[in-house]
């Protein structure tokens, strides 16, 4: 199974400050890494990132890749409350189309 | 249906006794994926079911557990015997891409088991 270690394993942080937030993955043949927000119980998807140094961006969240370090960067800038979450990142089986996750970041971010 | 369904969101169970969680993938999804998640922990994978293939059960814990999935949509997974090592939350999710990478999750459904 290919590992996906994420860090740090938990951030606490106030409001306005820019997070980074870390994905690492070994690899075999690479498709894609994927990034997911889980507030509650239901992850919910954020980016799939497949080219290396292209960044994705939604809002005040982005995200880059780098194959050839094999690890990716998820940003947060000026962060709010409701920004706090586990934020997962993910990537598919090399034997497989699953998804293995990483361990999540605790993202906490007070007023 | 709009997103995806699991039911019930909680169970408590007595260790011993089966249970069956239910999911309701989204409509024309052919991926469904079962996930279980400890308090505190990532997902761990358990079964994966895509279309008409045979399933990867490469994931489940024990011969006590099992998934089907009627007719390419509806899956229910069991847990016989019951044990207090299986309380988690158990996360469905269904994807309809072309590597069914970008998922939709359920809200899971929390097991207690007494």
Redesign the interface.
């Known amino acids: 199974e290919d590992k996906v270690v994420q860090s740090p394993l938990s951030l606490v942080v106030h409001e306005g400050d820019t997070v980074t937030l870390n994905c690492s993955y070994e690899v075999t043949n690479f498709r894609s890494l994927l990034w997911y927000k889980q507030e509650k119980k239901a992850p919910t998807f954020l980016f799939m990132l497949t080219s290396s140094g292209i960044e994705k961006k939604s809002g005040r969240l982005s995200s880059i890749l780098d194959k050839k370090e094999l690890f990716s960067i998820l940003n947060i800038t000026a962060t709010q409350t409701g920004d706090s979450a586990v934020y997962l990142c993910a990537r598919p089986e090399t034997s497989g189309s699953r998804l293995t996750f990483g361990e999540g970041t605790q993202l906490t971010v007070n007023p | 249906g709009a997103g995806?369904s699991q039911s019930p969101s909680n169970k408590v169970t007595e260790k011993g006794k089966d249970v069956e969680l239910r999911c309701d993938p989204i409509s024309g999804h052919t991926?469904l994926?079962w996930?279980r998640q400890s308090l505190g922990?990532?997902?761990e994978?358990l079964i994966?079911f895509?279309g008409n293939s045979a399933p990867?059960k490469s994931?489940l814990p024990s011969d006590r557990f099992s998934a089907e999935r009627t007719g390419g949509s509806v899956s229910t997974l069991t847990i016989q015997r019951t044990q207090q090592e299986d309380s988690a939350?158990y996360?469905c999710a269904s994807g309809g891409d072309r590597?069914?990478?970008?998922?939709?999750?359920?809200?899971?459904t929390?097991l207690s088991v007494l």
């Open positions: 995806v991926a994926y996930y922990q990532g997902l994978f994966y895509q990867d994931g939350v996360l590597y069914n990478e970008k998922l939709f999750f359920g809200s899971g929390q």
